[in-house]
């Protein structure tokens, strides 16, 4: 059994702290909410739990599929152990259908599918509001070079790709998805989680949310539509 040590850092979502072994970490899954770039602040009760839950079986998925994450195992109900990475501080999202910020910067409808899906970065700082950024702001920044931008975009499309299918056959489908990367031994590897928390899914039935969406737009139901992904995705 790992032993879990002391806490390096405490974020929105989540506590990290040290593990037995210096190269792995133990991710703590919290109930607290925010949104807006920490604007709007709450609780989901159970988040932590279904988020952790839903974490581990789409990383195990991806492993599966040949997708290198950070994901070791499963330790309880809101604890997952994982190999420590340096994080690129890039967010990268990968949309398939019209959503959020993109159908408000550029006037498209919302719903309509994006076909083939694509990529944008965003650059992770807390002070500027995590901004939408371009391959040449990253360079301006010294955040990433072109070959880890270029590998950026491959792992988020291979990402993509699996978890698309995957959620479909569930009824579930995957508008767009938020996805961290890090270095580890020095290859980029999946990070930091993917739940409804960092992707929008909509019910394939009836087209509604079953995301923090529910959070963001007051739309109730929050808690049962968290607990709803997890049923079909871990049952």
Known sequence: MNTVGPMLYEGKAKK??????????????????????AQKRGTIVGKGIVNNKVSARLFRLLEEQGVPTHFLERLGDREMLAKK????????VIRNVVAGSLAKRLGLR???AIRPAIVELYYKNDAL???????????????????VLRELRDLAHRVNNVLQPFLAERKIRLVDCKLEFGVYHNKLILADEISP???????????????????????GKVEESYQEVMRRVCD
């Open 16 to 37: 990290i702290f040290a593990a037995a072994r210096p190269d792995q970490i133990v991710q703590y899954f919290k109930d607290d909410a925010t949104a807006f770039n």
């Open 85 to 92: 990475v340096t994080i690129v501080p890039v967010e990268v």
């Open 110 to 112: 919302v719903g309509d």
């Open 197 to 219: 928390d960092t992707c929008r899914l909509w019910d394939m039935v009836t087209g509604d949310p079953l995301d923090k969406d529910r959070f963001r737009q007051d739309l």
């Open 129 to 147: 509001g995590d901004p939408l950024v371009n391959d040449d702001h990253l360079r301006l920044l010294n955040v990433a070079t072109p070959g």
